[in-house]
C-alpha cells in the first residue's frame, strides 16, 4: 500500500491571503485538503447536495438548515473568528445578501467546485461583489508533484513518470509509488477510469450543465489526440451529434476548456491552426486514450499492452515539462506540428511579450542516441528557431553541435526546485 503523504503545493500560500477568500475550481483538485491544512482553526460549514449544511463548529458536528447555517457564519465572523464555506457554489443567491452583510468582519473562506461561480460572485449586480479575493486552484503543478513524490519512488525517471498522474490528487491512494507506473496503470486502468467518469459528470453537475453526448464526444476525440476543432466537426456532424459545424465546436472545446477539463496549447507556426486542444489532465488524458482503443468503460476486460499506455505518457511528459519551464523562464508553453507530415517540435517556449520563440527541446522520456540528437537539434535550428535543447526522463542526453543545453531527470529536478517556491519537506498526515 503506498506510504500516506502530502504534496507540498504553492496553493498553501493562500494563508498568506488578507479578508474574505473566495476559492474555486475544478473539482478533486485538492482545494478542501489543502484548506483544512492551512486554516485548521477555521469552522467549517458543508453544503450538501439535498440542501442542508454539515456544521463542524469547535469540534461538534451537526446537520442544520442552510439559514441556520448562515446564522451561525454571521455569529462567528461578527466574533472576529474564522469560518470556511463549503461547496459555495450550492449556496441559493438569496443568501448572498446575508453574507454581504457579514463583510469586513472575521475572515470567511468560500470554497466552490465550479470555475463559473467566480462569474457570479463578481458580476456587477452580485451582492458579494468586491468583498472576495478570488484564488484559482487548478491541477497540482508538475514541479510540486515531482518534488514531493521524489523520495518514494525508486528513481528519478519513476519520479517524473508517477508526477504526470500525481496532479489529479485523488489517484494518491489508489496506486503505490513504488511500483512501475506503466505497470500499475495497465493494472488498475478499469477501476480508475471509473473513478473519471464519475469525476467528469460530477465536473459538469457543478457547472450546471448536462454531460451530454455531444460533450462526452469531444472529450473521447480529444482524447485520442484528435484535436482540430474542423475535423472533430466533421466526426461529430457525421454522427449527427451536431449540425452547426465548426461554430459549434469551437464553442464546445471553448467551455470545456473553461470548465478545466481541457487546455489550449498555443501552436507555433502550425499551418491552419493556433491552439492545440487536450485533455487539461495527463491522468483523464490516459484513461480516455485506452477506453477509446479499448473500449474498457463497457466492460471489455481486455490485457493491456503497456506500449500503448507509453504512447501517450510520452506526450503527457513533453506538455507538463513544457509547463514547467514556461514557468521557470517566464516564457508561455508552445508546440509546433510541422508541414508535410515532418513530425513536430515537443516545446516551444514563446517570449510572453513578442510571441517569437525563445528556445525549442525534443523531449523523450528513453535515452537519446547521438545521431538522433543531432537530427533533433538540427531540426529545432531550420524552423527558425534560435537555440535548440534535448530532454530526456531518463539520462542526460548527450551534447551536441548546436545544442543550447541538455537535460536529464538531475537537471529537471533542479529546475522543479527553482520554479517551486514551496518547502518540499517530505510531511505525513
Known sequence: MTQEFVVRRREESIRNLEGWILVYGRRKTGKTFTIRR??????YFVITRSGHTIAEVEGRVTYISLEEAVKQIGALLKDEKMAV????????????DAIALCHPNGKLIASGSSLGILRKVVDRRSPLLGLFTPFRFD???YSDAILSIKDLCPSLREALLWGLLIRDPWIIPMVCFERDMVSEICNKAYGLLASASGLVGEVFEEEERALTRVYDAVLRLTGESIWKPAEIAGILTSNNLISGGLPTVDGLLNRLAGMGLLEKVVLWKTKGAKYYFKHRSPLLSILYYLD???HIGEGFHKKIDPNLVMSVI???FQFAVGEMLAEYMGGIKGYTILPNMGGDIDIVILDPRLKRP????????GEFEKREAEKAVEKIHNFGIPKAGLISASARPPSVAGSYEELGPEELFKIAKQASPSNHQQTGH
Open 38 to 43: 492551512v486554516f485548521n482553526e477555521a469552522h
Open 85 to 96: 464555506l463549503d461547496e459555495f457554489q450550492r449556496l441559493p443567491y438569496k443568501y448572498w
Open 139 to 141: 491541477l497540482i503543478r
Open 292 to 294: 477509446q482503443k479499448l
Open 314 to 316: 510520452g506526450m503527457e
Open 358 to 365: 525563445i528556445i525549442g527541446y525534443e523531449v523523450k522520456i
